[in-house]
């Protein structure tokens, strides 16, 4: 699978209607970005989604960033995964995440377990789930969202790798440490063509705001040094800084650079609009020269 240095997560194709969103896609595959990375919250269903892309580019990947267990049954996420894969060989790959309890009980209804035992139950369900249909000429491939040691572990014995959200460089190296030296590695990076700090700052805490909220991502950033100080009224510069680099053309790809010299192998760029429901595209043909160079 071609996932290649650089590739781009994005929210804002949900906000379009599908034939701009396809669009996109053909043109971020022009561009040279090597996979499109999508979520699953409460927007299009990510299978749907991922294959209205596919059906729309010859080469790019498309990653779920990511579909959540409690979405569906581990053989309903086994079926869909093997669906895609069949009909997209070695270009559909699985993100796979526990999500966070706000969204499970709260959005979904569901009750929301210890994330690594659910995960690994559900695992085994989805590994033994049958499928009758045509199987995939190339065997899929999934990673998991994992961000602690149990998880990084778990996504190293259970996945081709992870895809950490939401973290900065300093996670990508012990990430690369838990993992070991084979699996995949695909973290998230968050950015904001912006060089005034205070209109670029304002933009990052915009997008942290929820995110700041969620146990599962406040502890993480706790295991690696941030306290109470840096959580408050926002986000401190500091951890602004941290996650969301900001800055020219040449800030972010450091940026990038920085990861992939902490061991990543695959860099998900997340632009961050001025306006929050806009399509970036201006910013993703301006990065491409220097992401993709």
């Known amino acids: 699978m071609e996932l290649g240095r650089v590739g781009i997560w ?5 906000l379009q209607p599908s034939s701009a969103a396809r669009e996109a896609a053909n043109e971020l595959e022009a561009l040279g970005y090597g996979a499109i990375w999508v979520p699953e919250a409460a927007g299009r269903d990510p299978f749907a989604h991922a294959t209205l892309l596919l059906g729309a580019t010859t080469r790019m990947v498309l990653a779920t960033g990511i579909a959540t267990i409690y979405a569906r049954d581990a053989m ?4 869909a995964w093997r669906t895609v894969s069949e009909a997209f060989p070695d270009r559909f790959l699985l993100g796979l995440g526990v999500s ?3 969204a499970v009980e709260g959005l979904r209804g569901h009750t929301y377990g210890p994330p690594l035992q659910a995960m690994r139950e559900y695992l085994d369900r989805m590994d033994a789930g049958l499928f ?3 199987q995939p000429s190339v065997e899929p491939q999934r990673v998991l969202a994992a961000l602690g040691p149990r998880m990084l572990a778990l996504a190293a014995k259970r996945s081709s790798g992870a895809h950490p959200y939401f973290v900065p460089v300093e996670h990508t190296a012990v990430a690369r440490e838990a993992l070991g ?3 995949l590695l695909c973290p998230e990076q968050m950015a904001v063509l912006e060089t005034d700090p205070v209109a670029a700052r304002r933009i990052a805490r915009r997008a942290m705001a929820t995110y700041l909220g969620l146990p599962n991502y406040v502890n993480n950033l706790r295991r690696l040094g941030y306290g109470d100080d840096d959580f408050a009224n926002g986000g401190s510069d500091r951890l602004v800084d941290a996650i969301v680099v900001w ?3 040449a800030t972010v790809r450091a940026r990038v650079d920085a990861h992939h010299d902490a061991g990543a192998d695959h860099v998900c760029v997340q632009v961050l609009p001025h306006d929050a429901r806009s399509l970036p595209m201006e910013e993703w043909r301006r990065l491409a020269p220097a992401l993709l160079s």
Do not use: E, K, R, Y
Request: hydrophobic share 45%.
């Open 10 to 14: 994005t929210f804002q194709l949900d």
């Open 132 to 134: 009758f249909a045509a």
């Open 181 to 183: 030296a084979d699996a």
């Open 247 to 249: 800055g020219d053309d």
């Open 76 to 79: 309903s996420m086994n079926a």
């Open 100 to 102: 966070h309890q706000p």
